[in-house]
């Protein structure tokens, strides 16, 4: 079992940044892929970002290329979401998730999920 504690969510207007982290409980932390999700109300939860074991390989959705970055740090068990040029589009619960499924993109590569962070985004 992996528990997840997402932090750094918040209210900032349109065009500022905010860093998210994710706090991972197992020292089996380097052994799962990372990722963000994030889900707006009414929608259905949707890819953001996710990163690989050793932290070399990430990806992206097209809405966040450019202006989001993912990062993790094995010793310290966590994973980061670093968000700038923030829309109001952004808003949304941002969700941390842990994994082993070779799909990326998709929820069910993700066996273990955090409670949520919310940001909002003002014009």
């Known amino acids: 079992q992996v528990q997840l504690v997402e932090s750094g969510g918040g209210l900032v207007q349109a065009g500022g940044s905010l860093r998210l982290s994710c706090a991972a409980s197992?020292?089996?932390?380097?052994?799962?892929?990372m990722g963000w999700f994030r889900q707006a109300p009414g929608k259905e939860r949707e890819f953001v970002a996710a990163i690989a074991r050793g932290g070399t390989i990430t990806r992206y959705a097209d809405s966040v290329k450019g202006r989001f970055t993912i990062s993790r740090d094995n010793a310290n068990n966590s994973v980061y979401l670093q968000m700038n040029s923030l829309k109001p589009e952004d808003t949304a619960v941002y969700y941390c998730?842990?994994?082993?499924?070779?799909?990326?993109?998709?929820?069910?590569?993700?066996?273990?999920w955090g409670q949520g962070t919310q940001v909002t985004v003002s014009s």
């Open positions: 998730a842990a994994g082993t499924g070779s799909n990326w993109y998709a929820r069910l590569s993700y066996q273990y």
């Open positions: 197992r020292r089996t932390f380097s052994t799962y892929t």
